[in-house]
């Protein structure tokens, strides 16, 4: 089997997904792993679609992103959400389990960083999420730090998150992205939000107020051949945040509970997420599903203006000199 046709064998983009590209509409990827492991059913699914529906509302096409029967699937049916969301035992995927999931033909579901990879190979330039992995606290010990961060420094994809979650060392997070040249912009705040709040303390890096402004961004980032995504912080609506001093506390408790259990690896995040709904009574869960549908209206909007401009073919000295 040649490398093209193997590629092409693996990788299936469902045919609304596909004329989209092809007719230069906007197209929002999304990941898959809030479903599987982010949220309890039946939220999950309901989320999955009011998120696709967001992104429809505003004249784009959503694309779904998971691995099913050994095929890297961009744009699920309804059934196929509806399938994955009721599902155990799905994988968490990021970089180094993607290709096992296809391999093996074990379902699974996509992480920021599985979900970067997949949209950059299917042409995809935004994709929307909840919130990114990050810088652990306590990663001075644990080395914990998301392959989330490592992939925005080197897959060129827009990712639009509420910035990082707050149950990880914000400031540490926020390091690292400078370290590797991830270009940090907070929507139309001056902070860089927390996830479940608008605010972190930490000024942000950079801040545009529209989503031309980004786009107009993300165009120059590419013309120059600056390869490598960029992150989007949109903070939660006031109406569904939840102020970090009354949060502070439960997140302090969950993240201990998960090192007393003796949590590791990949089971981290979910574990966490789990605990902070549970210490609330569920006001967490709401915020997360504000804050994602929040996050895909954006990244519509930025699909929708990237739509209507060319993609630059990057740099090339020989051009440049000539
Ligand atoms: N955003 C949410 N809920 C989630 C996640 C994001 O609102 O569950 C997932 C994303 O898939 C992200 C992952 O990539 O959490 C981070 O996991 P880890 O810290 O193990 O890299
Ligand atoms: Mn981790």
């Known amino acids: 089997m040649s490398g093209l046709s193997s590629f092409l064998s693996c990788l299936c983009i469902s045919d609304e997904v596909r ?43 959503p694309a779904t992103i998971a691995v099913l029967g050994g095929r890297i699937r961009v744009g699920l049916s309804d059934v196929e959400l509806e399938r994955l969301a009721l599902a155990t035992g799905v994988t968490k995927l990021s970089r180094a389990d993607l290709p096992m999931a296809v391999a093996s033909a074990r379902p699974g579901s996509t992480t920021v960083a599985a979900t970067m990879i997949v949209a950059d190979l299917a042409g995809i330039e935004v994709f929307a999420t909840g919130g990114i992995g990050g810088v652990h606290r306590g990663a001075e010990q644990t080395f914990d730090i998301s392959a989330d961060l490592t992939e925005l420094a080197r897959t060129s994809v827009i ?31 001056s902070e860089f939000p927390a996830f479940w709040s608008r605010s972190s303390g930490v000024p942000a890096p950079l801040r545009c107020d529209t989503a031309t402004e980004i786009a107009r961004f993300w165009r120059v980032k590419q013309a120059l ?15 569904a945040e939840i102020p970090a001093s009354e949060l502070d506390g439960v997140i302090e408790a969950a993240v201990l509970q998960a090192a007393m259990a003796h949590v590791r690896g990949k089971d981290v995040t979910p574990f966490v997420l789990r605990r902070i709904v549970e210490l609330t009574d569920g006001r967490s869960l709401r915020t997360n599903i504000a804050l994602i549908r929040n996050n895909a209206r954006l990244a519509a909007e930025l699909a929708s203006a990237l739509a209507s401009s060319e993609r630059p073919k990057g740099r090339s000295v020989e051009s440049a000199r000539t």
């Open 159 to 189: 990712v639009v998150s509420a910035g990082a979650k707050a149950l990880l060392d914000i400031p540490k997070t926020l390091e690292r992205l400078e370290t590797d040249g991830v270009p940090v912009v907070s929507y139309a705040t």
């Open 225 to 239: 051949g600056l390869s490598g995504g960029l992150l989007v912080g949109n903070p939660v609506p006031i109406e």
């Open 19 to 61: 004329s989209a590209l092809n007719d230069r509409r906007g197209v929002v990827a999304l990941e898959s792993t809030i479903v599987t492991h982010g949220m309890p059913y039946p939220d999950n699914v309901e989320t999955a679609r009011a998120v696709e529906a967001e992104v429809r509302s505003l004249g784009c096409v």
